[in-house]
């Protein structure tokens, strides 16, 4: 732990010592990034945009993770379907973040609908194949034994059927939020009027390099607070059935 | 893969099914289940709505739910169990789970998880129970103690058992009629009841018994 402590610090010193000797507006400081960070706090701008920003993050992850879940368990467990729609999934793996929001935003409008739509079509081919994986690779033979001793179709789902997936589908959601965000932020440039992404197009035409950093700054804290707070502990309650677990806890 | 195979079992009987290894025995315990539908011929059972358990060859365990759970989770809606049912606690005890209860079958020694498993198929109160060399690969020791448990329980329970095994000693010692499977395809080609009472199944009468049955059937009993 001290040792990540001090790998941090000497980032932190590094780049004030950048910074002191580019000599220039264009390469602030921690301090700087710190001085305007406080000052968007103090106004309640932060506090709005990061909001918002996270909403979009939120509505748009629920939705590609439902529809994808659903769709890849299905394609996994039946053969047909899987060959109608596994093309249709290749083209959307394959077509440009940037098209599919540009589409979005011709096709639906500049709204917010079409914000979250142009987010959620980007994730959700990455979490049907994944998910598609997940449904391959259960295993028969629970499910032999839920048929022999008569449980409902909401206790297979429940017991059986999810705690298999949920190593699949905590691996399409990580990397879904990592890419969600991203892709958020883009959106928010492009088309959206309030957001961290419009702030950092905002201030990339005032070349206001202290705001950029600084918003950048806050949007990863919040996300690695969603990381430790969030999901690493419901990760740890979900796994402590495996063998190990306590060692790992420990 | 098989031919022919019929035979009916007495309600309450228990009944062993003896076969060299791959001769189909567990898919007929497949096909009785309603695992495997690809085959030809009727299952009956009267009355038609009779509950099944299996003990299968691995003890299938859902392993992210406690030994309580697992059994917990195989009995029917709380308003389907039946008035009679023994609570839980004491089928636990009789199979020596009591202290377990909490654990997850990744801590369990293969021999727990069977009883776990035989305890599932139990808790259910079956009316026919299907076992696939359910003591297979476990130390003499712990696999009498096991079938010692099966025993009781069937014969405080009443339930119809079907197990199939290769061993034809444990069979013996268990099963008042044994059937024997062997052949490509696979028929039967005895069915032979044990005529020893249960109390002297551990002297020289098995001994003769088994000695008779290898001499009748060398291929099914010694393969």
Redesign the interface.
């Known amino acids: 732990m001290p040792l990540r402590l001090l790998s941090i610090l000497g980032f932190l010193l590094l780049w004030s010592a950048a910074a002191a000797l580019a000599a220039r507006p264009e390469v602030p400081g921690p301090l700087d990034v710190l001085a305007f960070l406080a000052g968007e706090a103090a106004s309640g701008e932060l506090f709005y945009h990061l909001t918002i920003t996270l909403a979009r993050v939120a509505a748009a992850f629920l939705i590609a993770m439902f529809i994808g879940t659903a769709i890849g368990v299905l394609m996994g467990q039946n053969r047909t379907l899987n060959r109608v729609l596994d093309p249709w999934i290749i083209l959307m793996i394959n077509i440009p973040a940037l098209v599919v929001i540009v589409l979005c935003y011709i096709w639906i409008g500049l709204t917010e609908a079409a914000a979250i739509t142009a987010v959620a079509l980007n994730k959700i081919p990455n979490v049907v194949v994944t998910l598609r994986e997940g449904a391959r690779a259960l295993d028969l033979?629970?499910q032999?034994?839920a048929?022999?001793?008569?449980?409902?179709r909401a206790?297979l789902l429940r017991?059986?059927i999810l705690?298999q997936l949920f190593p699949f589908i905590a691996a399409a959601g990580r990397s879904g939020l990592a890419l969600i965000w991203k892709i958020v932020l883009v959106v928010e440039l492009l088309g959206r009027s309030n957001g961290v992404g419009f702030q950092i197009h905002l201030y990339f035409q005032l070349f206001d390099v202290a705001a950029i950093l600084g918003y950048a700054l806050a949007f990863v804290c919040i996300m690695l607070l969603i990381e430790f707070v969030v999901v690493q502990p419901l990760e740890t309650h979900l796994n402590?059935?495996?063998?190990g677990a306590a060692a790992r806890a420990a | 893969m098989l031919r022919d195979l019929a035979f009916a079992l007495a309600p309450g009987s228990f009944t062993c099914l003896i076969g060299p290894s791959g001769c189909g025995k567990t898919t007929t315990l497949r096909i009785i289940l309603g695992l495997d539908r690809e085959f030809d011929g009727t299952i009956v059972t009267s009355p038609p709505d009779l509950r099944f358990a299996a003990v299968f060859q691995e003890p299938r365990l859902l392993p992210w739910r406690t030994v309580e759970q697992n059994v917990r989770l195989a009995l029917p809606p709380e308003n389907q169990i039946p008035a009679e049912t023994p609570p839980l606690d004491q089928l636990f005890a009789v199979l020596g789970l009591e202290t377990l209860l909490g654990r997850y079958p990744g801590e369990l020694s293969l021999g727990l998880a069977r009883r776990v498993a035989l305890a599932r198929a139990f808790a259910v109160m079956p009316d026919i129970l299907l076992l696939d060399e359910p003591f297979v690969s476990l130390d003499e020791h712990t696999a009498d103690r096991l079938r010692a448990h099966l025993v009781d329980l069937w014969q405080a329970r009443a339930t119809t058992v079907l197990m199939v095994t290769h061993n034809v000693r444990e069979a013996a010692r268990l099963a008042d009629r044994l059937l024997l499977v062997n052949g490509r395809p696979a028929r039967l080609v005895g069915d032979i009841a044990v005529p020893i009472p249960r109390p002297e199944r551990d002297g020289p009468a098995l001994r003769t018994f088994l000695a008779a049955l290898t001499r009748d059937h060398p291929a099914t009993v010694l393969a």
């Open positions: 033979k629970l032999e034994m048929r022999v001793f008569r449980f409902s206790r017991h059986v705690p402590r059935w495996r063998p």
